[in-house]
């Protein structure tokens, strides 16, 4: 927790200690059925043991919600707070222990929130589940069950906005918002354990709906082996441009950062994040598509090498356009080298006319290789690369990015990066080498002449 800004540790403190407190008072609650507890608290347990991954890399959606919507309706809001806390306790993922203690408390504080909820709405009998009459208490279960995953979502979503100093909104769209219809849809699993349960079948019934469970929950995760998938799928693009780019190696993750970071200082929301992540790490791509002896040559290139490599951003849209899930990702890929003075290329667009992914990864691209060594010249600090962005910023680039980019390193910093190639050659002989460096620099023999930015970008 030393690690965790101190109003989110203080804020866990207080969900762990207010959690704790509730499940003390329901394990010394009289007139529980603890061998009911027991049964619901082994199904809640199979059903949690495998939580699906978001794209928010810090949250995981439990499966375990159907059995918690069943102990809401068959042992009670206190007999509910136990169920959950109970399986969450006994669950070995190798989580640290304040935030397995949070997400004890938490889950336990929602079950005993629903339950109390549902006790308070027409349609649900005081002496239990088995008197009831159904569909009459359908609207009752549904809001229980929406009481629980918005009370479970927003504990959850406060902890992490607070750690990553994230709004709430920005969170929420992150990752946790694309599996909340399907968790409502698949907590109805716990109505027809209930319904069983209650109608005679006992704890069998558990059981019986084990199956269609544990196939609910298959399904989750063949949506996150999914995105597992797409993201081998960037990473192999980009091990590929990088072995026939040597000395771009580590360029693309960098870009990719840093134009999250510019975005956020925007406040682009979540669910774009990733799509942007995307684009930056493919920004390059179409490099694919230049001969090899053009991206690694040691000399200056003429114009119709340079007319090669310019075309890298078509052919890098070419390449996966047709892959539906990078969507608008292929937009930041194809414009990257447009400017907003509309002297880019290779559709000369200017101003918001340049998709904004585009213009977000221009002003990334060329930060991270200015900051970077190459084997005709050494890494510029970051004062200076941002001092040179900032003098084109208008005419190059988005000045509104570039402030963005300035207020992002000064909260997270930026470190100038060393590639793994770095081979330093006798700067009397300095070839241009890297189409993406703004800096301009060239050689005409043995005396050097400087391109200003605006001509450089011609033909990065």
């Not at 009998?125 to 159904?134: E, I, K, L, R």
Request: aromatic residues 8%; neutral net charge; hydrophobic residues 50%.
């Amino acid at each position: 927790m030393r690690t965790m800004p101190r109003l989110a540790s203080a804020y866990v403190c207080v969900v762990v200690l207010v959690g704790l407190a509730a499940i003390a008072g329901a394990a010394l609650r009289p007139g529980l059925n603890w061998s009911e507890i027991s049964v619901l608290a082994g199904l809640y347990w199979i059903g949690d043991s495998a939580p699906v991954r978001t794209k928010l890399r810090s949250a995981t959606i439990s499966t375990g919600f159907p059995v918690a919507l069943a102990a809401v309706l068959l042992v009670g809001p206190w007999g509910a707070c136990l169920v959950c806390s109970i399986s969450a306790i006994s669950r070995r993922d190798g989580v640290v222990w304040f935030k397995r203690a949070f997400n004890v408390s938490q889950m336990a504080l929602s079950a005993l929130a629903a339950g109390l909820l549902f006790q308070t709405i027409p349609g649900h009998a005081a002496d239990g589940f088995s008197t009831v009459h159904f569909p009459q208490v359908l609207p009752a279960v549904v809001l229980a069950g929406i009481a629980f995953s918005v009370l479970n979502s927003v504990l959850v979503a406060l902890v992490i906005g607070l750690s990553t100093k994230l709004p709430l909104a920005r969170v929420w769209w992150g990752g946790m918002s694309e599996m909340a219809a399907p968790s409502l849809g698949y907590g109805l699993i716990g109505l027809m354990i209930a319904v069983l349960w209650a109608g005679g079948v006992g704890p069998v019934a558990g059981l019986l709906v084990l199956a269609p469970m544990l196939i609910a929950r298959w399904a989750f995760q063949q949506y996150a082996a999914q995105h597992q998938a797409y993201e081998a799928t960037v990473g192999s693009l980009i091990q590929a441009v990088e072995t026939k780019d040597y000395y771009t190696r580590g360029h693309s993750e960098r870009v990719a950062k840093a134009s999250v970071m510019i975005a956020q200082q925007l406040g682009m929301r979540e669910d774009r994040l990733e799509m942007l992540r995307y684009a930056g790490m493919l920004h390059d791509v179409g490099k694919l598509g230049v001969p090899t002896k053009l991206l690694q040559k040691t000399g200056p290139l003429d114009d119709a090498e340079f007319a090669a490599i310019k075309l890298h951003p078509t052919r890098g849209f070419e390449m996966v356009n047709g892959i539906s899930f990078l969507e608008e990702a292929t937009q930041g890929i194809r414009h990257h080298h447009e400017r907003v003075d509309g002297r880019g290329y290779p559709d000369g667009l200017a101003g918001d006319q340049i998709p904004e992914f585009a213009r977000l990864i221009a002003v990334a691209d060329a930060f991270d290789s200015m900051t970077s060594t190459r084997s005709y010249r050494g890494a510029r600090s970051v004062d200076a690369a941002i001092r040179e962005l900032t003098r084109w910023a208008g005419t190059q680039f988005d000045p509104a990015i570039v402030g963005a980019l300035v207020r992002a390193v000064a909260v997270h910093g930026w470190e100038a990066s060393v590639d793994a190639t770095d081979d330093v050659i006798d700067p009397t002989v300095l070839m241009f080498r890297d189409h993406d460096d703004p800096s301009g620099e060239v050689a005409a023999g043995s005396d050097f002449a400087t391109y200003s930015l605006r001509d450089e970008q011609q033909v990065s």
